[in-house]
Structure formats: structure tokens, C-alpha cells
């Protein structure tokens, strides 16, 4: 009897089918070429700009960040980065519809204080309830607390995504019976978002049975991004071969890998 577990579903975001359940940022990188490297070795499908501090074509007399990351070969998910205001996340999604001609995906957040980059969980929830009702499809940055995650699913959200620390802090997953509490009742997508700082960070938001993790400067971060978005790739693919496969329980004693029952001597 094989011990294969079954093939894995797709991830599927807004009913559109992924591969990747690795989603990558497009800041802090040194240069657009760089930004090219990086997000080609992670293989991920789904790119984030944050629209307030990317050009996107508002200013034709810079880079364009679309020439490095073509949307014809990526979904691009405008983000609301650097909004503190439900008014400001909302104009900010209105926009990358306009410059994107009428593209509704979009990762919204709306943080609340300047040190942690913590969400503004009210604001957030007004900002959501808006650009739902004017048809974004909204993947939402929040907390790892169950009930609001639950609200943003109720309300119409097409992804939740939790935050594992800090935004950019690195300190990797720090309460994972959260994450896996918020992923164990949803019905729609749960992917970590923020806080990831290596490989084995990446690994267990996949072991926890998230459908995908998101990150950026984990990777633009690193001594070397190419080489850490490959690292990341594998990471999060093998987190989520471990969860398919289901891990052994823990246990407080040894248990022998080789048994003496019905052994010869």
C-alpha cells in the first residue's frame, strides 16, 4: 500500500488556481533587476506593490516596476501599505483599479501604529466592508485573533491573512496555536503575512496547515535575496508535503525506531 499522500489541490485565491502558495513582495530591494531575480527563484505567482511607494505608470519618467514583473506573467495584488485610515486604504485600492484598468484584487491593511505596524483592526474592517460592497475582491491583513478573523470570512473576504509578528521583524511564527486555531474554522484561504524571517519560519506556517505564506523582507533582507527566495520556495513546499503527510505526535519519553517485538536472537 503506497504511503504517497493524495495530490494536493491547487491554492485558489478569488477562483483562480495557483501553484505557488509562496507570495512575494516587490520592495526593498536594491534595484529592479534584482526584484526580477528574487521573485523568478521563489516561483511565486502573486506579487504585492504597494501602490503609495511603487510606480506603477503614475510617473512615466521612472522605472516601471510592471516592466521588471510584466502582469501578463504574474497576478499583481496592489497592497495599501503605509495607510492608516480606512479613507486612505480605500482610495488607495480605487487607484490601483484605475492604473491597473479595473484590476479588483488587492491586499489591504491599515495599520495603526508606527513602531509594531500593528493593524487597526476597526479601520480595517470599515475599509473591507467598503471595497467589498464596490466589488475588490480583498485578501485582508489582520491579527492572529480567531473571532475578527472570522469576521473579515463572514463579510465576504477572499483570503485572511493573519500576521505570524511584527511586520519586518523577522521573530517568525510567535503564538502558532493562534494560527492554527484561525486555520482550523475558516473556510477561506488563511496565509501568514508578515513576520517570517528564514526558511524554517516559512516551514511552519505550512506545517500548521496554512494554504500559503507571504512575505518580503525575509528575502529583499537577506545578504543575498536570489539565493534566500529559492531557500523560501523549498520551504514552503516541503512545510506543506509535512502537513499533508501529518507528522508524528509528540511524546514525552523515547519511543525505539527499530522495536525488539518479534525480533531474532
Known sequence: MSNIPPADKPLIIAGREYRSRLLVGTGKYRDLEETRRATEA?????????????????????PNLLDA??????????NTAGCYSAADAVRTCRLARELLDGHDLVKLEVLGDEKTL?????????????????GFKVMVYTNDDLIVARRFAEMGCVAVMPLAAPIGSGLG???????????????????????VGTASDAAVAMELG???????????????????????????????????????????????????????F
Open 173 to 195: 511564527i510567535r503564538n502558532p496555536y493562534n494560527i492554527l486555531s484561525i486555520v482550523e474554522e475558516l473556510e477561506v484561504p488563511v496565509l501568514v503575512d508578515a513576520g
Open 69 to 78: 514583473l510584466p502582469p501578463d506573467q504574474y497576478t499583481i495584488l496592489p
Open 118 to 134: 500593528f493593524p487597526d483592526v476597526l479601520q480595517t474592517l470599515e475599509a473591507a466592508e467598503t471595497l467589498i460592497a464596490e
Open 210 to 264: 496554512c494554504d500559503g505564506v507571504l512575505m518580503n523582507t525575509a528575502i529583499a533582507g537577506a545578504r543575498n535575496p536570489v539565493l534566500m527566495a529559492a531557500a523560501m520556495r523549498k520551504a514552503v513546499e516541503a512545510g506543506r508535503e509535512a502537513w499533508l503527510a501529518g507528522r508524528i505526535p509528540r511524546k514525552r519519553f523515547a519511543s525505539a525506531s527499530s522495536p525488539l517485538d518479534g525480533t531474532f
Open 42 to 62: 521563489s516561483g511565486a505567482e502573486i506579487v504585492t506593490v504597494a501602490i503609495r511607494r511603487s510606480n506603477i505608470g503614475q510617473d512615466p519618467d521612472k
